[in-house]
């Protein structure tokens, strides 16, 4: 299983990103695909989730309102929309994959599968 980001880069608060994650093998296999971020220093920390038929999402409060997760099947992805960005957003982003979808979305010890990440800076 391959998982590789793409779209990150640097944006100025208030602006856009979408963050693409791309999968050797078909999306659905996976339980749970998630994004997670990690900044200098700092532990990483769940961003969203989605379900296996994409029916589902989960946010982080942080996030939420802003953010937005969605899987293509036919082109085997999983994008994250960002929207109003902020300097605290700034961080490495990975992708990753699951076999468990819920209220344990945001422990990244679920996940068996990650990408190398994006980063995406957010200047004020």
């Known amino acids: 299983v391959q998982l590789v980001e793409s779209g990150g880069g640097s944006v100025q608060a208030g602006g856009s990103l979408t963050l693409s994650c791309s999968s050797s093998t078909s999306t659905y296999t996976y339980k749970c695909v998630g994004w997670f971020r990690q900044a200098p220093g700092k532990e990483p920390e769940g961003v969203a989730a989605?379900?296996?038929?994409?029916?589902?999402?989960l946010y982080a409060d942080y996030v939420k309102g802003r953010f937005t997760i969605s899987r293509d099947y036919a082109k085997n992805t999983v994008n994250l929309q960002m929207n109003s960005l902020k300097p605290e957003d700034t961080a490495m982003y990975y992708c990753?994959?699951?076999?468990?979808?819920?209220?344990?979305?945001?422990?990244?010890?679920?996940?068996?599968?990650w990408g190398q990440g994006t980063q995406v800076t957010v200047s004020s």
């Open positions: 989605m379900n296996r038929d994409g029916t589902d999402s």
């Open positions: 990753a994959a699951g076999r468990r979808f819920g209220t344990e979305w945001i422990i990244p010890n679920n996940y068996p599968y």
